[in-house]
């Protein structure tokens, strides 16, 4: 096998070296226990302070606004639970049932009124067929989409809730989209905003949360007086380093890696485009460079995935946290993309550490999978 091209990096992303190199260097030295009151302990809450206006920044929010999760899972339940414990009667919430899982399942769990946004064929929100009740608690919106990258348009959505529901809390699932694109939590008026680490680079099971209004806020694990009282137990102090680091560099490339993923983006497409091959592109030309879904006609989008592995190249058919449920297409399926479309989707997901080359290969060897499979197939 001599490639080793991944293009999973909407599921997840390598640790870049930087970030390697600080929680190494966190380990040694920040092992000690943040809340202690012992120089080493001082040392340690210094290294988190840092952390925390590095993450802050990249989310455009005031450090006192933004709490340390253990990821974008548990910082939407945190949103959600918050509404459903402050409301003291049927709490009514709107969301889309494209949204994660993390989201349709919490709402469902806690067994929660729900009202389905209306989406078009991308999953964009159609502000004009809304009709929801005269009373509504929550409205969550996802800011990019997790399977094919559609961008909601966070600015006129919120305006358009504000104006028919001032009270009502707005969460914003901006998991895809933090540290690609820039966030506007004030601007957009929201009450709560979840982000995660691992999709730039960062470690695995940290994340954040924005709370517009902490003081308003109860706490969501129970315990000490950590992160100001609202979320107890001792700090994932090396999840945290590695956090901020990744968010210090994803603070200098935001324009320049967006540029150069676009750039990526298009040197896959001309290649597909350029072969006698057929294929649906499922991801809205206005959607992220980031995130590209395509479904090839009568294949098993599965099967394409096994052979681009076999070759060194690592792609997924849909987002990694319902890739093993019987659900896994529920989003592509309420977008009204049709079940034989979906059989055959996959998913390509760049990242700015790819080069040129590498795109081009991954490419080039996509159309030779595709070629293979309808001989196979007799087509």
């Known amino acids: 096998m001599k490639n080793n091209i991944y293009l999973d990096n909407c599921s997840t992303t390598p640790l870049s070296k930087y970030v390697k190199t600080e929680m190494i260097a966190a380990m040694n030295e920040d092992y000690k226990n943040p809340s202690s009151l012992h120089r080493l302990g001082i040392t340690s809450e210094k290294a988190m302070e840092k952390a925390l206006k590095s993450v802050s920044t990249l989310m455009n ?46 709402v469902k769990a806690y067994g929660i009124e729900t009202y389905i946004l209306p989406i078009d064929r991308f999953g964009v929100i159609k502000l004009e067929e809304i009709e929801l009740p005269e009373h509504l608690d929550m409205i969550i919106i996802t800011h990019v989409h997790n399977e094919i ?3 909601q348009p966070m600015y006129e959505i919120c305006k358009a809730v504000r104006k028919k529901y001032p009270t009502t809390h707005i969460h914003a699932d ?19 905003m979840s982000v995660s680490s691992h999709k730039i680079h960062g470690p695995k099971g940290i994340g954040a949360i924005y709370i517009k209004n902490p003081n308003k806020t109860s706490p969501f694990i129970v315990g000490g007086l950590q992160q100001r009282g609202l979320r107890g137990g001792t700090e994932n102090i090396l999840g945290i380093v590695g956090f901020g680091a990744a968010a210090e560099e994803r603070l200098q490339y935001l324009e320049s890696n967006l540029e150069k993923v ?10 597909l485009e350029d072969a006698d091959i057929e294929y649906h592109v499922n991801s809205s030309e206005n959607g992220t460079p980031y995130i590209l879904s395509l479904s090839i006609p009568n294949a098993k989008g599965e099967v394409i995935l ?25 989003p592509l399926d309420v977008m009204g993309i049709s079940r034989d479309r979906i059989e055959g989707t996959i ?24 070629r293979t499979y309808n001989q196979w197939m007799g087509r």
């Open 61 to 106: 929010a005031m450090p006192n606004k933004v709490f340390f999760t253990s990821g974008g899972t548990e910082s939407n339940n945190m949103a959600i639970f918050q509404v459903a414990k402050a409301r003291k009667r049927n709490v009514k919430i709107a969301l889309t049932m494209a949204d994660h899982p993390s989201i349709t399942e919490t």
């Open 347 to 370: 998913r390509i997901c760049f990242n700015e550490q790819l080069t040129e080359k590498e795109v081009t290969i991954a490419a080039t060897e996509l159309v030779k999978c595709i």
């Open 262 to 271: 676009a750039l990526l983006k298009r040197t896959f497409m001309n290649i």
């Open 149 to 151: 990258g559609s961008i």
């Open 174 to 192: 901006c998991v895809q989209s933090y540290g690609k694109f820039k966030l506007h939590p004030e601007d957009w008026d929201i009450d709560t």
């Open 306 to 330: 096994h052979m681009m592995e076999e070759r060194g190249i690592y792609i997924s058919t849909s987002s990694a946290c319902s890739s093993k449920s019987s659900h896994a297409r529920k």
